[in-house]
T-cell receptor, first 117, second 116 residues
Framework: AQKVTQAQTEISVVEKEDVTLDCVYE???????LFWYKQPPSGELVFLIR??????QNEISGRYSWNFQKSTSSFNFTITASQVVDSAVYFC??????????????FGGGTRVLVKP | DAGVIQSPRHEVTEMGQEVTLRCKPI?????LFWYRQTMMRGLELLIY????????DSGMPEDRFSAKMPNASFSTLKIQPSEPRDSAVYFC??????????????FGSGTQLSVL
C-alpha cells in the first residue's frame, strides 16, 4: 500500500529563515507522481507542485524549491527566506492508481509551518 | 473558470440528524473525490467517482455514509444519522483523469461539519 510520511508535525521559524519540510514515501509502483499542497489558515487546499518518478531534477519556483531523491524515496520542500504569509500546513501526497481508472492521492499527515515576524 | 464549489461552508447539527453535503466539480472534469480531514486521521479518501460511477468506496466509514453522483456536475455526501465523531472538514475534489496519469486534484473550500 502507498504510504507518505511527514515526520515533522510543526516547524516554527522567524521570518527570513529558510525552512525545509521532509517527505518520505513508500510505493511499489515504478511510475508514480508526487505532489505538495498548501493549506493556509483559510482552509482550502492549494496545489503547489507535481513531479513524476522519472524526473529527478530539482525544481525552483520563486522562494520554493523541491528536492526529489528516488534513492531515498524522499521529496523534500524548502521555503527560502520565509515570510509570514507562508504560515500554513503543507501536505505531501503520492498518486495511487485505482483499478485502471485514474488515481487518487494518498496524503501525508502534514507539517504545520509557523513563520513569526 | 469557477473552481470546485461546495456547500454549505459550515454545518452545525445535532446528533441523529441527517446531513447532506453538496459539491459541484469543475466543468469538464471526469473524476470526483470526497475526502475527510480530522486531527486524528488527517486527510482520508472516502469515495472516488469516475464518469459518475463510484469506483472506490473503501474509505466510507460505515453504512451511515452514502454518496451519489447523479450527473457530471453534482455530487452529494449524506450522513444519516449523524454522530459527534463525524465532526470534521469534508473536502470535495475533482480532476480530469486518464489511465496511468497522475493528475492533480482541485479541491473545494471544504465543509466544516460539527455534530453536537
Amino acid at each position: 500500500a502507498q504510504k507518505v510520511t511527514q515526520a515533522q508535525t510543526e516547524i516554527s521559524v522567524v521570518e527570513k529563515e529558510d525552512v525545509t519540510l521532509d517527505c518520505v514515501y513508500e510505493t511499489r509502483d515504478t511510475t508514480y507522481y508526487l505532489f505538495w499542497y498548501k493549506q493556509p489558515p483559510s482552509g482550502e487546499l492549494v496545489f503547489l507542485i507535481r513531479r513524476n518518478s522519472f524526473d529527478e531534477q530539482n525544481e525552483i519556483s520563486g522562494r520554493y524549491s523541491w528536492n526529489f531523491q528516488k534513492s531515498t524515496s524522499s521529496f523534500n520542500f524548502t521555503i527560502t527566506a520565509s515570510q509570514v504569509v507562508d504560515s500554513a500546513v503543507y501536505f505531501c501526497a503520492l498518486s495511487d492508481p485505482i483499478k485502471a481508472a485514474g488515481n487518487k492521492l494518498t496524503f501525508g499527515g502534514g507539517t504545520r509551518v509557523l513563520v513569526k515576524p | 473558470d469557477a473552481g470546485v464549489i461546495q456547500s454549505p461552508r459550515h454545518e452545525v447539527t445535532e446528533m441523529g440528524q441527517e446531513v447532506t453535503l453538496r459539491c459541484k466539480p469543475i466543468s469538464g472534469h471526469n473524476s470526483l473525490f470526497w475526502y475527510r480531514q480530522t486531527m486524528m486521521r488527517g486527510l482520508e479518501l472516502l469515495i472516488y467517482f469516475n464518469n459518475n460511477v463510484p469506483i472506490d468506496d473503501s474509505g466510507m466509514p460505515e453504512d451511515r455514509f452514502s454518496a451519489k453522483m447523479p450527473n457530471a456536475s453534482f455530487s452529494t455526501l449524506k450522513i444519516q444519522p449523524s454522530e459527534p465523531r463525524d465532526s470534521a472538514v469534508y473536502f470535495c475534489a475533482s480532476s480530469f483523469q486518464s489511465t496511468g496519469v497522475g493528475e492533480k486534484l482541485f479541491f473545494g473550500s471544504g465543509t466544516q461539519l460539527s455534530v453536537l
